[in-house]
DNA sequence: AAAGACAGAACGAACGTTCGATATTTTGAC
DNA sequence: GTCAAAATATCGAACGTTCGTTCTGTCTTT
């Protein structure tokens, strides 16, 4: 077997495994187990438990490229708005146990959210506040918003809808057909808080 | 010393504990040495580990009778859903290690969510769709509106301040002067999205 | 033949629980 | 009220299990 194929099954694996029990939730030997290999390929390929754990929490915050391109876009606010909203849906969609990785076990859960989590949020919060205050400077939106506050009511309305399905774990059933309904929802909500 | 005031310094210490590095972030001995008593009485008042951590639980999701007092109150629709908000918000100052627990450890997670969370979770969204639902039939909120979806997109901008600001770590700061900013600015976007 | 990938056994450390002994509090008869 | 006895609370050691890592040897690839 290659020696990328095994780093690759190890991290899909462990993912799921991690984010449903936590670092010290699973052990190497049913993460091996699950992987039909020696326990000591962990400490082999990722120098440790903690190696092939910071491999996870890497590979899912590292998708944040893609809303530098909504930006770049050469259409309007709300536009944008609406594509960075089905962004974050999508990533739920394709990440279901995320959520978790927000509170990290790691030892040094510090360097990991310095490193990852916060310039990956400050990221987004920076672009959505820019597309805020571009929409204010167009007399599009209302003067007296704060961009970065505004960016953060939105945002939530979004996650929050994924946040307390993981939470009641089926309170709220998932579909695309519900997606696109609540996509135009808090559209139409956020719209007519926001528009001049 | 009393039973209870063991009892009740285990829990207090264990939260605090539990919540930083979850349930098998913790060791017995660590937080029997925490507490200053002998490991042996976690299994003798809880029953095990996980028993305490269980109880941990049921004290932080125990706090959802407020709710109920917001709604009999004689107070117009948005007058109650601001009260909502501020009891939120009170209730992560004094919990905010909360949302780690929405992602438990325990063995049979599935019965902590269905026992616990998912039952508090629902009232307020049933009570709070009912408040909508009011203020739909008083002509004084669109007729459009959907309330639980409605519900869902209010809580989810007070909630995920708090959440981005755990997952941030500092991102942004925590004061009672913002918190009233915020307040009136949510209420503000959340006002114009629903008022017909 | 050299280098890398992998398996499996072995290691010491840490884990949660249990148990017998001891200290403290409560009970009840006088 | 006193005091012995019963019940409860606490301790600390010991137990068996599981943990992550390491090490040696073997197989595969270059």
Redesign the interface.
Same mark, same amino acid.
Do not use: C, P, W
């Given at each position: 077997m290659d020696k990328n194929d095994l780093r690759n099954k190890l991290v899909l694996i462990a993912t799921r495994l991690f984010a449903e029990?936590?670092?010290?939730?699973v052990s190497i030997r049913e993460l091996s187990k699950a992987a039909g290999v020696s326990i000591s390929m962990i400490s082999y390929h990722f120098g440790g438990k903690e190696g092939l754990y910071s491999s996870v929490l890497q590979e899912q915050f590292s998708d944040f490229d893609y809303i530098e391109e909504i930006n770049k876009a050469d259409t309007e606010e709300l536009a944008k708005i609406e594509a960075y909203i089905r962004w974050i849906i999508v990533r739920y969609r394709n990440k279901p146990y995320l959520?978790?990785f927000? &509170?990290s076990?790691l030892t040094n859960p &510090?360097q990991f959210?310095?490193l990852i989590? +916060?310039p990956a %949020?400050?990221k987004i919060i920076q672009i959505l506040a820019q597309i805020i205050e571009e929409g204010i400077a167009k007399n599009k939106f209302r003067k007296d918003l704060?961009p970065v @506050? &505004?960016v /953060?009511?939105m945002?939530?309305?979004?996650?929050?809808?994924f /946040?307390?399905t /993981?939470?009641? +774990?089926e309170? %709220?059933n998932h579909s695309p057909e519900r997606d696109e309904?609540?996509i135009r929802?808090?559209m @139409? %909500?956020? &719209?007519?808080? %926001?528009l001049s």
């Open positions: 029990r936590g670092l010290n939730g959520l978790r927000y &509170t076990e &510090t959210f310095s989590v +916060q %949020i400050e704060n @506050d &505004t /953060l009511a945002a939530g309305m979004v996650n929050y809808y /946040l307390s /993981l939470a009641t +774990q309170l %709220i309904v609540l929802h808090y @139409d %909500i956020f &719209t007519k808080g %926001i």
